[in-house]
């Protein structure tokens, strides 16, 4: 029962994350860095307090009588995975929805179930698998295909970007995705999937934060096992991190083209850009709320990363179909993207049944 719970949380994140891009769609006439500064206050500002303040009892206690040294770490790890979560939003700008999360999170799935144990492998950690220890068993070496396998399927996904740019014109390219461009968008994408990595290691820094929320819900709550809400605590620091990159960056780049004054623009729909900036934030959030839930009952190994990445390449594309970002492309195209996409989703399964093992 734990675990179809576990998937069933895991995959209604997965939808969340999959589709809260949606809701920037109808901003009108507000630069990119003015609706994703306000829907980051929401999702990494606003709402995971709150969600916390809800969920776990004495939250800000735990958070301020655990050590600096595990603040500081998840801080970090949530400032790069920052740094991973402002560019993917410039990745599916210029790539689109369908290919645009694919890339970023097959690189983000691969990296994510092996970032940990190279860093183990610096820094030995007893009970911690390092990637030395992962070259040694069956379980790791299948790990390591699968990223092999993901790369292979982002090569082909990013294959039929490029036939899709020979195939359609300047005109079409734009009637999908406004501001396409494949070359400035797949490296921005393979820098976005490494660091979005990071949130997967900033939940395992600052387990012990969560750890702390679940012993207390335990002596309160006896023989009712888990605590399901536990990592709500850890998502307020990691997130502090992600908006501390984010609010600098949106910063400067408001400076920069002067667009800070598309709050005050009553030549656009300034309550609606709001409410729906507002709309992509929250929806944003609730994918970690949900992944919390579902790390609960599978645990914060692979098995809850890989599921959770995949449900978002899903939704993600079938969003990219609604869209009809590949509307006018030949069939090859058309079969070379979903070669892509189900080679990048084999490669999500390798890795979880390799850390299974």
Not at 153 to 161: D, H, V
Not at 217 to 237: C, H, I, R, S, Y
Not at 255 to 284: C, E, Q, V
Request: glycine share 14%; aromatic share 12%.
């Amino acid at each position: 029962m734990n675990a179809l719970l576990g998937v069933i949380f895991h995959s209604i994140g997965g939808f969340a994350s999959g589709s809260f891009y949606m809701p920037f769609n109808k901003v009108k006439g507000w630069a990119w860095e003015s609706y994703w500064i306000i829907g980051g206050l929401f999702s990494w500002l606003i709402v995971p307090p709150l969600a916390a303040y809800l969920t776990v009892p004495g939250f800000a206690n735990i958070i301020t009588a655990s050590s600096g040294q595990i603040i500081s770490i998840t801080f970090l790890m949530g400032l790069l995975w920052g740094i991973g979560g402002l560019t993917y939003g410039l990745g599916v700008r210029y790539l689109g929805m369908s290919l645009g999360n694919s890339v970023v999170l097959g690189f983000c799935a691969a990296f994510g179930a092996i970032v940990p144990s190279i860093y183990y492998s610096i820094n030995p950690t007893a009970g911690k698998v390092s990637f030395t220890d992962m070259l040694a068993s069956p379980g790791g070496r299948l790990v390591l295909l699968g990223v092999l396998v993901c790369l292979i399927g982002i090569a082909i996904s990013g294959k039929a970007g490029m036939m899709k740019e020979n195939e359609l014109s300047e005109d079409q390219q734009k009637a999908s995705v406004a501001e396409f461009s494949l070359v400035k968008g797949l490296i921005i994408a393979v820098i976005s999937g490494v660091l979005s990595s990071f949130f997967n290691f900033g939940i395992e820094t600052g387990k012990p934060l969560a750890e702390v929320a679940n012993g207390l819900w335990k002596a309160l709550n006896p023989g009712d096992g888990e605590f399901l809400f536990q990592n709500n605590v850890t998502f307020v620091v990691i997130l502090w991190g992600g908006l501390t990159t984010n609010l600098i960056w949106t910063t400067i780049l408001s400076l920069k083209n002067k667009t800070y004054g598309d709050f005050t623009n009553r030549a656009t729909p300034i309550a609606k850009n709001l409410m729906f900036s507002a709309l992509a934030g929250t929806t944003w959030f609730m994918q970690f709320f949900f992944y919390g839930m579902g790390e609960s009952k599978l645990g914060n190994g692979a098995s809850s990363w890989i599921l959770h990445m995949s449900t978002i390449i899903l939704t993600a594309n079938m969003w990219g179909i609604y869209r009809k970002e590949w509307t006018g492309v030949s069939a090859k195209t058309k079969g070379t993207i979903t070669v892509g996409i189900a080679v990048i989703i084999l490669s999500v399964f390798l890795v979880g049944i390799g850390n299974s093992m």
